[in-house]
């Protein structure tokens, strides 16, 4: 008997501590990679992650539940950062920066490498250039030409102190510089970028992600900045939201910022108020959150030590905002044999709807029409559905499923 008490003990204690380390959140599945997994770049079904001392992991990601390497690609040094264009993975290692032919992620192979004055921290792509935010004495961003991937040529560079992220959008580089916060960078002409405009920050900051005139910049000292863009010579500081962990990296999907929180996991920031980020989710992971992308609506971190980590995101299960508007068709259940008819939503905004159970877990992707639940337990679930742009209920119906 005690034995028996003891086991429920442990289960009901197991329970509690997975509620503790989530909010909104749920591991789909873990592929532990050789080295330190440092970075990840996603694309169809495969990640990409860089792997310190171990060069680059190419992992199938096909069924998020069950990811696995099929594949590693060795480079000189140790590989921080990477990025995904066309059929070429690049690399930011500390031997400058790789260029990876992926066209087989089966093969992946090294076709050419430019050195860096440092070390490739962060890699950003567009069009025919590689933007290498690095460290080094009179680097911070340099400027590559891979229009042949085969034949890359530096074509500037520009002291921005250390960089450990970029990115791009028109003509501006944004770096975190460390030290220095945000930069602002003129790449109209990439054979002479020059700083035009600067946010400092007491912190490190460590990487960046841009999206409709507000650069999100993770700050290992407190948390998420929120730095506003419009701009781009005079950035501000709009908003703070402050952590307990380390923000090492950042990425940005439907209003969420996505921050790679290090001892912390990964801490999920709805920012559609700028001025008052509020935190809607996180998972602690158990390793290192290095870094963090976000691609069909799932979250791909590398966890330093264990390697990459695939979460999901379910929203706020069936607790809504306070504005959200909620219309039931009747006043009791609806029950359901076999097949879950969906009508159309009453709004053009409709881009998601989800069967969640009882306890707010996504229990079945909907569609509209006939969707089969006869594999589902009976029961008491939920129909959301929802505007996918800022993932507000348009309409929550209970159902019962039943035998």
């Known amino acids: 008997m005690r034995c028996a008490v003891l086991v429920i003990s442990m289960c009901l204690l197991a329970v509690a501590a997975a509620q503790a380390d989530s909010l909104n959140c749920r591991l789909l599945g873990t592929c532990n990679t050789p080295g330190y997994a440092k970075a990840v770049a996603v694309v169809d079904s495969f990640a990409y992650v860089a792997n310190d001392d171990s060069g680059l992991s190419v992992v199938n990601i096909a069924d998020p539940q069950n990811p696995f390497q099929v594949a590693c690609c060795s480079v000189p040094g140790y590989a921080r950062g990477v990025t995904v264009s066309g059929e070429f993975a690049y690399v930011g290692a500390s031997t400058g920066l790789r260029i990876i032919d992926i066209a087989d992620p089966l093969n992946p192979h090294e076709v050419a490498c ?92 460590s990487g960046v992600a841009l999206a409709s005139g507000f650069a999100y910049l993770s700050d290992s000292d407190s948390g998420l900045r929120v ?111 076999g097949a879950l008819w969906l009508l159309p939503a009453p709004s ?24 089969d639940v006869s594999g589902l337990a009976p029961g008491v679930y939920f129909v959301r559905q929802a505007s996918g742009v800022r993932r507000e209920a348009l309409t929550v119906t209970k159902v019962v499923i039943a035998r």
């Not at 290095?290 to 706020?316: F, K, Q, S, W």
């Open 114 to 205: 430019c050195d860096t004055i440092g070390t490739g921290m962060s890699v950003a792509v567009v069009d025919s250039l590689a933007y290498v935010a690095g460290g080094g004495s009179g680097y911070g961003l340099m400027i590559v030409n891979v229009a042949d991937p085969g034949n890359p040529v530096c074509l500037g560079h520009c002291d921005t102190a250390t960089a450990n992220g970029v990115a791009v959008v028109g003509n501006y580089a944004y770096t975190a510089a460390n030290h220095s916060g945000l930069r602002v960078i003129d790449v109209t002409d990439p054979r002479n970028p020059l700083v035009v405009g600067s946010c400092p920050i007491a912190g490190i900051a």
């Open 348 to 371: 053009h905004k409709l881009q998601a709807a989800s069967l969640l159970d009882i306890s707010g877990w996504r229990a079945l992707d909907l569609h509209s029409g006939a969707n």
């Open 227 to 337: 730095i506003d863009i419009a701009n781009p010579q005079n950035p501000y500081q709009a908003g703070l939201y402050y952590t307990e962990g380390n923000g090492y990296a950042v990425a940005f999907a439907d209003d969420l910022a996505y921050l790679a929180d290090f001892g912390d996991g990964v801490r999920i920031i709805d920012v559609q108020d700028p001025q008052n980020p509020v935190e809607v989710g996180y998972y602690d992971t158990p390793g290192l959150a290095c870094n963090v992308a976000v691609v069909g609506g799932l979250i791909y971190v590398t966890d330093h030590g264990p390697g990459l980590r695939i979460i999901e995101y379910y929203g706020a299960g069936i607790e809504e905002r306070p504005n959200v508007e909620v219309r039931t068709a009747n006043s009791g259940p609806t029950i359901v044999r």
